[in-house]
Nanobody
Framework: QVQLVESGGGMVQPGGSLRLSCAAS????????IAWFRQAPGKEREAVSC????????WYRDSVRGRFTISVDKARNTAFLQMNSLKFEGTGVYLC???????????????????WGQGTQGPVPS
């Protein structure tokens, strides 16, 4: 079964860290662009970060740049979003998304991605 499954959300103290995981099954994350989006209740889905078809190109929205890190462990077929110095300004559900790589870059439009996970609750202040 082709799917993405997110995990890792939960309670954390302000200023703390949390790592979200996105496990792929039924296909490989090689040659893919991967993105993390978040959606707060009543708000539009917004891109948080993405990475292109290699381990070199990444993009972050301004509010998280320098604090969040996106990565892909191809051996584990899992993508991660490391979130440090959490401010809880963008809570809600975090979703990972996949699409075939298009060159070296990634994109931050939700319509650019073909496969989505169910989402995991983002950081919640403890």
């Amino acid at each position: 079964q082709v799917q993405l499954v997110e995990s890792g959300g939960g309670m954390v103290q302000p200023g703390g860290s949390l790592r979200l995981s996105c496990a792929a099954s039924g296909f490989n994350l090689d040659a893919a662009k991967i993105a993390w989006f978040r959606q707060a209740p009543g708000k539009e889905r917004e891109a948080v970060s993405c990475t292109g078809g290699n381990d070199y190109y990444t993009w972050y929205r301004d509010s998280v740049r320098g604090r969040f890190t996106i990565s892909v462990d191809k051996a584990r077929n899992t993508a991660f979003l490391q979130m440090n110095s959490l401010k809880f300004e963008g809570t809600g559900v975090y979703l990972c998304a996949w699409a075939p790589a298009e060159g070296l870059v990634c994109s931050y439009g939700s319509s650019d991605y073909d496969l989505w996970g169910q989402g995991t609750q983002g950081p919640v202040p403890s």
